[in-house]
């Protein structure tokens, strides 16, 4: 079993619609959570970090559920350039980031 | 702006070459990742590196595999001898004190071993 786990999707969603998925981590000493981005076949990107309180970045909104492990990102009004790869990352004490699988997001017209 | 810069971004070999991929982190940053990413196995952790000092390889075949940084500027991965497995897309990574928990990945290197 991965140490974080993703739906890999893919999530064909309307343009305009809202999107969300999940994932799941299972060391239960992770301290930070990110989302990172990866577009088809280039690196990936930061999107955003994840905190304990919620997070909002412009249509972006990240939650952590501590007790459950598990952390979302929800996309509101879909823009085609939305389309790729969202990966969960999580860190312990340390520097090393945990990568899931990542969830694939199609948004179509 | 500032990027992470690798080199090679192809590199097509046969079974048994060695092969050197390299790394021109973001000037400044003292910490340096290198990662593998594969459709079966996703990103996974090769090794990295803090002041140019090796701190966790423990995701790297040793047998094969050595990562190093000669200076601050640049960090080397080779593989030798070069097996099919070894295909995949390598991505170096930098970050910088105290905002390590942010990495700037490069474009990486997308090697063939046939």
């Known amino acids: 079993r991965k140490e974080v786990e993703q739906d890999p999707g893919p999530f064909n969603v309307p343009e305009g619609a809202t999107v969300a998925f999940n994932c799941t981590y299972s060391?239960?000493?992770?301290?930070?959570f990110f989302w990172y981005r990866q577009d088809c076949r280039k690196e990936p990107k930061l999107l955003m970090s994840?905190?304990?309180s919620g997070n909002e970045d412009g249509r972006f909104t990240a939650q952590l559920n501590r007790a459950s492990q598990y952390i979302s990102l929800l996309i509101r009004d879909s823009k085609l350039s939305d389309s790729a790869t969202y990966l969960c990352?999580?860190?312990?004490?340390?520097?090393?980031?945990?990568f899931g699988g990542g969830t694939r997001v199609l948004v179509k017209p | 702006d500032a990027r992470v810069t690798q080199t090679p971004r192809h590199k097509v070999t046969e079974m048994g070459q060695e092969v050197t991929m390299r790394c021109q982190p973001i000037?400044?940053?003292?910490?340096v990742f290198w990662y593998r990413q594969t459709m079966m196995q996703g990103l996974e952790l090769l090794a990295y590196f803090r002041n140019r000092a090796p701190l966790d390889d423990s995701g790297m075949p040793k047998d094969r595999f050595s990562a190093e940084m000669p200076d601050a500027t640049l960090a080397t991965l080779k593989i030798q001898p070069s097996e099919p497995r070894d295909s995949a897309v390598y991505f170096c990574a930098s970050g910088s004190r105290p905002l390590e928990d942010t990495q700037y990945f490069g474009p990486g290197t997308r090697l063939t071993v046939l």
């Open positions: 994840v905190y304990s």
């Open positions: 990352v999580t860190k312990a004490a340390g520097n090393k980031l945990t």
């Open positions: 060391n239960s000493a992770s301290q930070s």
């Open positions: 000037l400044g940053h003292n910490t």
